[in-house]
């Protein structure tokens, strides 16, 4: 048997910190147990986007993962729970909705509940879809506590993440790296050194002169790409046509007395506002399309809906949407803004970091790089990307609003990916989501039914199990939600009893 030992990475460069950075060094120096030499090289003259506050289930794993405390996690970066989002005038003016994460109600019958569902409403029962989810009638009410282990309780339903303040998360991680052997480097890099005989990256220059060498190298530099794009040319699929916006302008305001458990995104006339309440400030964002509005009038729009007093001088943010073919590219691998991006509509930005980091782990290579990991990886991570792609610009296209951007995503072709399950779904309220995907059955029912996406039918055995009282079920499904819900403390008392970020409050 060969021995491969003298072919493991012994030194691995992380260019970048902030959350990306920060993530992939906690979770390599855990996953390397301290046999692997790993530095981290940021300038603290280069600033982080940062706007990663609101987050998706599957955070939590990677937390438990690296053996973080949740409780302790949240009181360091100001965090609160999230039950879902709810989206204010996206179908049109007037209108809303919300995406809860976990499941609907458990179903009652061997058709989806769902189906049930579409049947009264045809009937005349204007219930909206998200009065049988769990996380909404908790959210509703203003109140959250974690889902129980017993599957027959109905409050396992619920799912939730976090919110919290991605700046003080990198910080978090950075000491639980660092404890961990992670050795940062404070400058900035001038230049990258590939070797002549393969194009690998060798090195990185500081502006000091000094260079970091390393076997693998992973590029957290955020939308600059300084090594997978700077040095390697792996170059970005431009998405621009499906998801326009371009820019976003960001500002905190001071939070008030009510803190809900849930993300909302406001739709504004060539883009959208998100709210993101933490425990010391609130997150505001305002995202648009500069070619249907100026940056001083997407100014004037988030600061005249902002809940709170402002807190700092507003940031803008200019970005293209889009994700690279090649993430990895030799001994260089891109997480992060450096591989690709998404506005943050669904909160995916740090799970494309989570995501990343643990398809690397699982395809970690040694220094022979085989071309066969770099290609699984590669092909695995576009499509994610692509898939997240597709349900964002569900949001877009599933719309009546009448401003200029709008009327050009409602008329767009869209990605084919796309439309077929659109189809499925209008035809009888089907969904078909894949295996791998993101998003699953629940999280495309609740966008497909909030965009208003109306099936021409529902399904066929509905009106076959005739000994089935619908009615009764859901109206009984109600009620049972609705008294958990009251049953729960209040979102705010939680987060003081449990997880209060003393050292960030205004005493």
Known sequence: MTDNSERR??????????????????????????????????????????????????????????????????????????????????????????????????????????QYWLRERERGNDTPLEDYAMAWVAARAGRFDRPPPD?????????????????????????????????????KIVDVLLRGEDGFIEAVVMENGERVAGDLFVDCSGFRALLIEGALNSRLDDWRRWLPCDHAVTVGCTVGAELAPYTRATARPAGWQWRIPLQHRMGNGHVYCSEYMSDDEALDILLANLEGEPLGAPRLLRFTTGARRDCWSRNCVAIGLSAGFLEPLESTALHLVQSAITRFLALFPDRDFEPLLAREFNRLTFTEYERIRDFLILHYYAQQRDEPLWRYTRGMSIPETLQYKIDHFRHSGRIVAEPLELFQNSNWLAVLVGQDVRPERHHALVDLHTGVDAPR??????????????ALPAHREYIERHCRATSLLVK
Request: with cysteine; glycine share 10%.
């Open 9 to 114: 990475i012994r030194r691995i460069v992380i260019v970048g910190g902030g959350s990306a950075g920060w993530m992939s060094a906690a979770a390599l120096a855990e996953a390397t147990r301290g046999n692997c030499s790993i530095e981290l090289v940021e300038s603290a003259a280069i600033g982080t986007v940062g706007v990663g506050e609101a987050t998706i289930p599957p955070i939590r794993y990677f937390n438990q993962r690296l053996g973080l405390d949740e409780n302790s996690f949240l009181a360091a970066t100001g965090g609160s729970f999230k039950l879902g989002i709810e989206f204010v005038d996206w179908t049109r003016p007037g209108q809303r909705y919300f995406h809860p994460f976990g499941r609907f109600a458990p179903d009652f019958d061997s058709v989806s509940l769902h």
């Open 151 to 187: 599957k027959r309780l109905v409050l396992s339903t619920l799912d939730y993440a976090y919110h919290f303040d991605a700046a003080l998360y990198a910080r978090h991680l950075r000491t639980y790296a660092e404890q961990r052997g992670v050795r940062r480097t404070e400058g």
């Open 473 to 486: 079920y859901l109206a009984g499904i109600r009620d049972v939600l609705e008294k958990t819900a009251r």
